[in-house]
């Protein structure tokens, strides 16, 4: 496709149930990364993918967080049990990998835990 | 200290005038640095990188990089009302001597245009 495509865009569910998120990157962006910004909060890091390995997964805030990468494309942000407080945007980003390219976002994943 | 800072703001600029976004950064070995606008309720979206010393120019906006100071910053020309947005600074440092850039975002400034 053109662009990063995220879904579902809106998600509601209930305290204690497990979400998938996913993310098509641009065609060819080896690096995806995943970000979470909350209401009129900056961009908190999640997790880098170079391929489908993940060399950076620092920024995931709980082991309820977990995420895939197959096939050197699409990405699943799994959240486990959530919580009230991962309501959020998700962002999904990807880039040609490297320290100088830019990163192209998706239009994110909006998700409120009830 | 956070790694990567930005005044909140808001800014208010006049249309017509000069809007200066300002960011500096902590890790003095950063390579790289985005300047990113995102619009209420959108994504960010690109609008300038840099990564030398010294000046960049793409129409309306201006980047200027200083390295020794740990400073980057935005300028807009002839600011409109459709430039009102929150602008992040971005800024890619080498993570754990790989040759992976981690990006790390400021809070990023909200800009306002009035006419």
């Known amino acids: 496709g053109a662009g990063v495509s995220q879904s579902p865009s809106n998600k509601v569910t209930e305290k204690g149930k497990d979400v998938e998120l996913r993310c098509d990157p641009i065609?060819?962006?080896?690096?995806l990364y995943w970000y979470r910004q909350s209401l009129g909060q900056g961009l908190e890091f999640l997790i880098y993918?170079?391929?489908?390995?993940?060399?950076?997964k620092s920024g995931l805030p709980s082991d309820r967080f977990s995420a895939e990468r197959t096939g050197g494309s699409v990405s699943t942000l799994t959240i486990q049990r959530t919580q009230q407080e991962d309501s959020a945007v998700y962002l999904c980003a990807s880039s040609l990998g490297g320290t100088n390219s830019p990163l192209h976002f998706g239009n994110g994943t909006r998700l409120t835990v009830t | 200290q956070k790694e990567v800072e930005q005044n909140s703001g808001p800014l208010s600029v006049p249309e017509g005038a000069i809007a200066s976004l300002n960011c500096t950064y902590s890790d003095r070995g950063s390579q790289s640095f985005f300047w990113y606008r995102q619009y209420s309720g959108k994504s960010p979206e690109l609008i300038m990188f840099i990564y030398s010393n010294g000046d960049k120019e793409d129409g309306r906006f201006t980047a200027q990089l200083n390295k020794a100071s740990q400073y980057v910053s935005l300028l807009i020309r002839d600011s409109q009302p459709s430039d009102s947005a929150t602008y992040l600074c971005a800024v890619t440092s080498l993570a754990g001597g790989t040759s992976y850039g981690k990006l790390t975002f400021g809070q990023g400034t909200i800009l306002t245009v009035h006419p």
């Open positions: 993918f170079q391929g489908n390995s993940a060399p950076d």
């Open positions: 065609s060819g962006h080896t690096a």
